[in-house]
């Protein structure tokens, strides 16, 4: 027992001396908003996905509005989308007066189904949105190959899964569109900020005018050309990033590639700890990727989920629950009648996931009490007709 237990979090950013020094060089610069750095960020981007063209934008979430924008999404519209995360996902599609449709997920690794996409297209559908759960890339052949004979754009928020892989390729460069998140619990941080990768050099130009309030010349180009003319061509939002976010985004990114690696470690920790155990269930992985571990979520399905997650926080672990699926929020019950029974599978899901500590700079001893904790607990919580002791379980899916 540990008298003085310090909050062990779920996630948190690694801030380094190297980080403050590229900030604060960038607040001496001339630039504080639009500068060279956020050109600088998004080619260094490019350069670790592979992408051929980046955006960077204020959040992961107006990253996503600007996708859906470039989509072409708007009222009438469907876009499919997975319960399985954050709420921005689908409220984005919101933004741009489109549908959200949600399709299930995979029990093992609670990735949206392609199947059962496939059968929520209708005439109305104009794209899927994809989410990396926790950090594992979905199924990116079995998306495209739907999308491309529907005519369908596959966007993919991607928010937990930069350095992740499918099949060799990175992200970023498995769909028409890529979001990436910076927030602090993300893999790299610039405080708040986000980025869009594509192929596509339309879609890029024209989420670059619509971070811009749809002005189609930015001030440079005026001053350059020593004119006050402009249009707003397209209705858009202030999504700038500033100068000195994008001094840390690319300081950040330089060490993404040992974070992953830290990650990947922990993961692996965590999943010899819990192999033998049948009431600690991880999340299964697909031999298709290399994942990148933004979250290590089990399954405790012989166990009362909720007393577990009571226990663990009193003892100073910071576990959450990822996610609350989409469609069971009041919003989206009141105004499109969602509710339970629609996703089944994550549903139940839903009632028996913990998210455990993972990030670069936690501590082997601290994971080690997360382990023994998480053992004790599920060990003293058993639920009633638990039948599911003895079964041998590979992680691998
Ligand atoms: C974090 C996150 C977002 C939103 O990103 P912000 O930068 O916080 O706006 C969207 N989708 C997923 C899956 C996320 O994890």
Request: aromatic content about 10%.
């Given at each position: 027992?540990?008298?003085?237990?310090?909050?062990?979090?779920?996630?948190?950013?690694?801030?380094d001396?190297?980080?403050?020094?590229?900030v604060?060089?960038?607040?001496?610069?001339d630039?504080?908003?639009t500068g060279?750095?956020?050109?600088?960020?998004?080619?260094?981007?490019c350069?670790?996905?592979?992408?051929?063209?980046?955006?960077?934008?204020?959040?992961?979430?107006?990253?996503?509005?600007?996708?859906?924008?470039?989509?072409?999404?708007?009222?009438?519209?469907?876009?499919?989308?997975?319960?399985?995360?954050?709420?921005?996902?689908?409220?984005?599609?919101?933004y741009?007066?489109?549908?959200p449709?949600?399709a299930?997920?995979?029990?093992?690794?609670?990735?949206?189904?392609?199947?059962?996409?496939g059968?929520k297209?209708?005439s109305?559908?104009?794209?899927?949105?994809?989410?990396?759960?926790?950090?594992?890339?979905?199924d990116?052949?079995?998306?495209?190959?739907?999308?491309?004979?529907?005519?369908?754009?596959l966007?993919s928020d991607a928010?937990?899964?930069?350095?992740?892989e499918y099949?060799?390729?990175?992200?970023?460069?498995?769909?028409?569109?890529?979001?990436?998140s910076?927030?602090?619990?993300?893999?790299?941080?610039?405080?708040?900020?986000?980025?869009i990768?594509?192929?596509?050099?339309?879609?890029?130009?024209?989420?670059?005018?619509?971070?811009?309030?749809?002005?189609?010349?930015d001030?440079?180009?005026?001053?350059e050309k020593?004119?006050?003319?402009?249009?707003?061509?397209?209705l858009?939002?202030?999504?700038?990033?500033?100068?000195?976010?994008?001094?840390?985004?690319i300081?950040?990114?330089?060490?993404?590639?040992?974070?992953?690696?830290?990650?990947?470690?922990?993961?692996?920790?965590?999943d010899k700890?819990?192999?033998?155990?049948?009431?600690?269930?991880?999340?299964?992985?697909?031999?298709?990727?290399?994942?990148?571990?933004?979250?290590?979520?089990?399954?405790?399905?012989?166990?009362?989920?909720?007393?577990?997650f009571?226990?663990?926080?009193?003892?100073?672990?910071?576990?959450?629950?990822?996610y609350?699926?989409?469609?069971?929020?009041p919003?989206?019950?009141?105004?499109?009648?969602?509710?339970?029974?629609?996703?089944?599978?994550?549903?139940k899901?839903?009632?028996?996931?913990?998210?455990?500590?993972?990030?670069?700079?936690?501590k082997?001893?601290?994971l080690?009490?997360v382990i023994d904790?998480?053992?004790?607990?599920?060990?003293?919580n058993?639920?009633?007709n638990?039948?599911?002791?003895?079964?041998?379980?590979?992680?691998?899916?």
């Amino acid at each position: 027992m540990r008298l003085m237990k310090p909050f062990i979090p779920y996630g948190k950013q690694s801030i380094d001396k190297s980080d403050v020094e590229a900030v604060i060089e960038a607040l001496r610069s001339d630039f504080i908003t639009t500068g060279p750095k956020v050109s600088e960020f998004e080619k260094a981007v490019c350069d670790f996905t592979g992408a051929k063209f980046a955006v960077a934008v204020s959040s992961g979430t107006a990253a996503l509005h600007c996708a859906m924008f470039a989509a072409g999404i708007k009222e009438g519209d469907d876009a499919i989308v997975t319960p399985m995360t954050f709420a921005a996902s689908a409220n984005a599609i919101l933004y741009c007066g489109g549908t959200p449709v949600f399709a299930d997920v995979i029990p093992e690794t609670l990735l949206i189904n392609p199947d059962e996409v496939g059968r929520k297209i209708t005439s109305r559908t104009k794209a899927v949105v994809a989410v990396d759960y926790a950090g594992q890339p979905c199924d990116y052949d079995a998306l495209k190959d739907i999308c491309d004979k529907r005519g369908l754009f596959l966007i993919s928020d991607a928010c937990h899964s930069i350095g992740a892989e499918y099949k060799g390729r990175k992200t970023g460069t498995l769909a028409d569109m890529t979001v990436f998140s910076f927030h602090p619990v993300k893999h790299i941080t610039t405080g708040e900020g986000g980025m869009i990768l594509t192929d596509n050099a339309d879609f890029a130009a024209k989420m670059r005018i619509f971070r811009n309030h749809g002005i189609t010349t930015d001030y440079r180009q005026r001053e350059e050309k020593g004119s006050w003319f402009y249009e707003m061509e397209y209705l858009g939002y202030n999504y700038r990033i500033t100068d000195f976010q994008c001094a840390l985004g690319i300081s950040q990114l330089k060490k993404l590639p040992g974070w992953i690696d830290r990650r990947r470690e922990i993961a692996c920790i965590y999943d010899k700890a819990f192999r033998d155990n049948p009431s600690i269930v991880p999340i299964k992985k697909s031999r298709d990727v290399s994942h990148a571990y933004h979250l290590y979520v089990v399954r405790v399905e012989s166990a009362d989920r909720n007393s577990i997650f009571t226990k663990l926080r009193n003892a100073g672990i910071g576990v959450n629950v990822h996610y609350i699926p989409v469609h069971l929020h009041p919003y989206y019950r009141k105004t499109f009648g969602t509710g339970e029974g629609m996703c089944p599978i994550a549903e139940k899901a839903y009632g028996q996931i913990i998210s455990l500590p993972i990030f670069p700079g936690l501590k082997d001893e601290d994971l080690k009490y997360v382990i023994d904790t998480v053992k004790a607990d599920c060990a003293r919580n058993p639920k009633e007709n638990d039948n599911s002791k003895g079964k041998i379980r590979n992680n691998v899916f």
